[in-house]
């Protein structure tokens, strides 16, 4: 429109979805809390497009059967509450994983790790796992690892 080009770009607000050159898809979010977030890391995003850095472990929302929205940032910043910035929904990206195991392989299951903000390979639990984020490459601990993301959602049975 004529007011983006006039102030310099297209005005952003919560929730909206940008995809770049290559197909990949990032939504706008809203920081909720003042926090140091990682090129990597994965948020959780909730119904007004709020996000904070995961926290370690599975997550407890309330109810059954829910499945909570994540995306994974794509650089790293120190955020300040209602600041906006991008996570990753879709498309080949990097997420970064925790705890040394053997089972960070390509393809194999991934859950909340035992750092904020990072995944883990691992047998599902009964409570929670991630969808939607597959490691495309083997990875070891604290690290930027390869994967390709898919509209993430951590499954809570």
């Not at 990682?38 to 119904?47: E, K, M, P, R, S």
């Not at 930027?144 to 959602?153: D, R, T, W």
Request: include cysteine; glycine fraction near 12%.
């Amino acid at each position: 429109t004529e007011t983006e080009r006039n102030s310099g770009g297209m005005a952003m607000k919560p929730g909206m979805i940008v995809t770049d050159h290559n197909g990949s898809q990032f939504m706008c979010c809203k920081v909720l809390a003042t926090q140091n977030v990682v090129n990597g890391n994965v948020i959780w995003v909730d119904a007004n497009y709020g996000a904070t850095i995961i926290a370690s472990g599975p997550p407890t929302p309330s109810g059954t059967g829910m499945a909570v929205a994540i995306g994974v940032a794509v650089n790293s910043i120190t955020a300040s509450t209602s600041q906006f910035f991008f996570a990753q929904i879709f498309g080949p990206g990097n997420v970064r994983v925790t705890d040394t195991t053997a089972s960070n392989l390509p393809g194999h299951i991934l859950v909340v790790g035992s750092t904020p903000g990072e995944l883990k390979g691992a047998a599902p639990t009964a409570s929670a796992y991630v969808a939607g984020i597959v490691l495309t490459a083997t990875a070891s601990t604290a690290t930027l690892s390869a994967c390709f993301i898919n509209f993430p959602k951590i499954g809570l049975s």
